[in-house]
C-alpha cells in the first residue's frame, strides 16, 4: 500500500502529459499561408496573456499579425511590467534567431525594436517605464514587406 501511494502521483503526472493539447500557440500561424480558423486567437506569448489578430487578405492568406496584452479576451489592452516585457523581447529574438534594433520616439515616449525576418518587419513597440514597478503599453506587429 505505501509503495502504491508513492507510486500513484507520478502515474497522474505521467497521464496529465500525455493529454494532447489543443492550445494554439503563436509559431501556428505563418505570413503567407492560408488562415485556417478565428482570426483573433487568446494565447500567451512567452507568459504575456493576450490576443492575437490575425489579418488576411480576400482569399484568406495571412498578410500580418498584431498581439496585444489582454486579460479579457481582447476587450481591454493590459500593460505589461518590465521583467515581462523582456522576456517577450527575449523570446521573440530567440524565435527569430536575430537581435532587435531600437528606436526611440521622444514625441510619444515609445520605443520601438524592429528586425527583418523573411521578408517581414517585426516590430514591439513598448511605452515607457516610469520605475521598475511601472507597467507600460507592448503591441507586438508583423507584416509583409
Known amino acids: 500500500m505505501n509503495k502504491f501511494l508513492i507510486i500513484a502521483p507520478f502515474f497522474f503526472l505521467l497521464l496529465l502529459s500525455s493529454i494532447p493539447s489543443v492550445a494554439q500557440a503563436f509559431t501556428d500561424y505563418k505570413i503567407g499561408e492560408r488562415l485556417e480558423g478565428k482570426d483573433m486567437i487568446n494565447m500567451d506569448i512567452a507568459g504575456v496573456s493576450g490576443t492575437l ?31 515581462e516585457f523582456v522576456r517577450f523581447k527575449t523570446f521573440m529574438e530567440q524565435y527569430y534567431q536575430s ?3 531600437r528606436t526611440i520616439d521622444n514625441n510619444q515616449q515609445k520605443q520601438h525594436y524592429k528586425l527583418k525576418y523573411n521578408g517581414c518587419n517585426v516590430v514591439i513597440t513598448i511605452g515607457e517605464f516610469g520605475d521598475t514597478f511601472s507597467t507600460a503599453s507592448l503591441v507586438f506587429m508583423i507584416n509583409k514587406i
Open 53 to 83: 489578430f490575425v489579418y488576411t487578405n480576400n482569399r484568406k492568406i495571412i498578410r500580418s499579425m498584431g498581439f496585444v496584452p489582454s486579460k479579457d479576451g481582447g476587450n481591454t489592452p493590459a500593460e505589461v511590467y518590465q521583467g
Open 99 to 101: 537581435g532587435f534594433e
